[in-house]
């Protein structure tokens, strides 16, 4: 991130040099910083009320429910957490929070999840395959509704921005389930590759 | 049928919140009290994101307005006009697997520059939104527990990635041209 930021300015000056349009770029930069400002001030209402339905789901149970339903089918993706009941509530919990947007609740649940799995490692330097599955299907940031980005097409005026929750649905969904199939894929080519060097 | 679905967009989000309010009801949550206290968060996050949101809205603006992204664009045309991408979106794209609340930023400026309600705002709403980023989550959660070797974890994520991003710029396609 520190090079393109760095880039990103450096070459605009660059350009605007030969292209004679510096005092452009000197009034686009006041510009973009105040709208920053106006776009991060109005998103606090949807933000404060979508988090504030998501903490009555975390208050009421619902997070805990769901983490429940999904743990039998997490085994198939986590065989090894067999013995593991501790990190496989938490990557349960983990990826509930994060489905409903709780960013801030679901990453304790997320390192408790790893410390869990470390305990069990052999090598502590090395990620165990369990270890690499719960980061890919991190990475993938499966969300019910995008509440931030929402936030900010509505800040800025959108009829109805709801109408990108489906969409957004449809293109996470299809991005988590690729985490796992590659998780499943490269977690072969590896053990392929230790019986090969055995 | 995208008639259908669009629509069903809209009431996604009322039957999540009635899901929640119903089971709060049988389970005699103190739902009020609840909001009150999550809501709170909000205002956090909102701040939080101040610095970054400036610093790549600025950044993207100046690189825009000197007239260095035509130069790119030259270079990438063919090959997004073919599946019909609109350029702007370029940032999107290369920010979304680095940082977060730049991706944010660069949907800001992605509204500035062509309206809420441009293509280009959707399809990078829509990637900006299915997205996490890869490289945060993997130095937390492997930083937080000492991993030094990530074996195949972050290949995983970035080919996940690059199929979601697929997925975002065909999906938006169906939905939005």
Redesign the interface.
């Known amino acids: 991130?520190n090079y393109?930021?760095i880039f990103?300015?450096l070459?605009?000056?660059?350009?605007?040099l030969?292209?004679g349009?510096m005092d452009?770029?000197i009034?686009?930069?006041l510009?973009?910083?105040t709208?920053?400002?106006e776009?991060?001030?109005g998103?606090?209402?949807?933000?404060?009320?979508?988090?504030?339905?998501?903490?009555?789901?975390?208050?009421?149970?619902?997070i805990d429910l769901f983490s429940k339903l999904i743990k039998k089918p997490l085994l198939l993706l986590f065989p090894d957490l067999k013995n593991n009941p501790s990190a496989l509530s938490n990557i349960a919990l983990n990826i509930s929070a994060?489905a409903l947007g709780l960013t801030?609740a679901a990453?304790p649940f997320?390192?408790k999840a790893?410390?869990d799995?470390?305990e069990k490692n052999q090598n502590?330097?090395?990620?165990t395959d369990s270890?690499?599955?719960?980061?890919?299907v991190?990475?993938?940031?499966f969300?019910?509704?995008?509440a931030?980005?929402?936030a900010?097409?509505s800040a800025?005026?959108?009829?109805?921005p709801?109408?990108?929750?489906?969409?957004?649905?449809?293109?996470?969904t299809?991005?988590?389930i690729?985490?796992i199939f590659?998780?499943k894929i490269?977690?072969k080519?590896?053990q392929a590759k230790k019986e090969l060097f055995k | 049928m995208i008639k259908f679905l669009t629509s069903l967009s809209l009431y996604l989000l009322p039957l999540i919140i009635t899901i929640i309010l119903c089971s709060a009801l049988v389970k005699k949550t103190p739902a009020y009290e609840s909001f009150i206290e999550g809501a709170r968060d909000g205002f956090n996050i909102a701040i939080k994101i101040i610095p970054y949101l400036i610093a790549i809205m600025a950044a993207s603006a100046m690189f825009r307005a000197s007239g260095a992204v035509d130069i790119l664009g030259k270079f990438l045309n063919p090959v997004f006009e073919t599946f019909k991408i609109p350029p702007q979106t370029l940032m999107v794209m290369i920010t979304r697997s680095l940082s977060g609340s730049a991706t944010l930023g660069v949907l800001g400026d992605i509204i500035n520059q062509t309206g809420v309600d441009s293509y280009a705002t959707k399809l990078a709403a829509i990637i900006t939104g299915s997205s996490e980023t890869t490289f945060y989550v993997a130095s937390v959660y492997f930083g937080a527990v000492g991993i030094k070797k990530f074996r195949y974890a972050l290949l995983s994520g970035i080919m996940a990635d690059i199929t979601g991003l697929i997925a975002a710029i065909y999906i938006a396609s169906i939905f939005f041209l």
């Open positions: 991130m393109i930021f990103l300015i070459i605009s000056f660059v350009c605007a030969i292209n349009r452009i770029v009034d686009e930069m510009k973009a910083s709208r920053a400002v776009i991060a001030l998103l606090i209402g949807i933000m404060a009320f979508w988090l504030g339905i998501v903490n009555i789901a975390k208050d009421c149970g619902l994060n801030n990453t997320g390192i790893m410390e799995m470390q502590k330097e090395i990620a270890m690499c599955m719960f980061l890919a991190n990475t993938a940031g969300q019910l509704v995008p931030v980005v929402i900010i097409l800025n005026g959108m009829k109805n709801t109408q990108i929750i489906l969409p957004t649905l449809f293109a996470t299809i991005a988590f690729s985490s590659f998780a490269f977690q080519l590896s």
